[in-house]
């Protein structure tokens, strides 16, 4: 009967603990107001041609499903200091063409300039810039990666994207006056 008793206590204490502990909720004050937001939303769609209008004279569909040839286009964008730090790692790495951290060098500069390229929608040029990554560095991800972003890009515009060796130096930029 003892053991009934202890059993009957313990259920009745588990119970009442359970139940004192019950998830209480907060009231945010804030709750019922909207958010402050004072931009205004936008929708973005980066690195695509989807709001520029068609080039002059050049179709990007031919309605055959051939693609038609790349041309280089974008936005010109100072490059000089980029240029610079790649002309300095090509020295550092003709200077020791088999130093790892030189070699690494390179790649970093070129990414870099291929980076601002993309941003820039010169796809062309970059292209060719994460292609000479790979060069320097044949198991940088990043580099492979943007390769592939600016194959389908030119894949879902149906034009054709630069072979190897056929890429574009960056557009020339011009200060205005």
């Given amino acids: 009967m003892t053991n009934k008793l202890t059993i009957m206590g313990f259920l009745a204490l588990a119970f009442t603990g359970c139940s004192s502990s019950a998830p209480q909720t907060v009231q945010n004050p804030n709750a019922n107001q909207a958010p402050q937001r004072n931009e205004k939303m936008q929708s973005v769609v980066s690195h695509t041609t989807e ?12 309605g ?16 000089k200091e ?5 002309a300095q790692a090509v ?3 003709k200077a020791k063409p ?12 070129y990414f870099k300039r291929g980076f601002a ?4 929608r010169q796809y062309a040029s970059a292209l060719g810039d994460f292609r000479r990554v790979l060069k320097y560095d044949p198991k ?20 054709e994207y630069p072979k190897e060796g056929e890429e574009p130096p960056p557009l020339p930029f011009k200060k205005e006056s």
């Fill in 140 to 159: 940088n991800e990043e580099a492979k990666g943007w390769i592939d972003q600016i194959i389908s890009i030119y894949n879902s515009i149906n034009k």
């Fill in 98 to 109: 088999t130093d790892a951290a030189a070699n690494s060098a390179l790649a970093d500069a």
């Fill in 91 to 93: 020295k550092a790495q």
């Fill in 64 to 79: 055959t499903g051939t693609k038609t040839k790349w041309t280089q286009s974008g936005n010109p964008i100072e490059t």
């Fill in 51 to 62: 709001n520029q209008p068609p080039p002059a004279g050049n179709s990007s569909n031919t």
């Fill in 117 to 120: 390229l993309t941003e820039a």
């Fill in 82 to 86: 980029f240029d610079a730090e790649i």
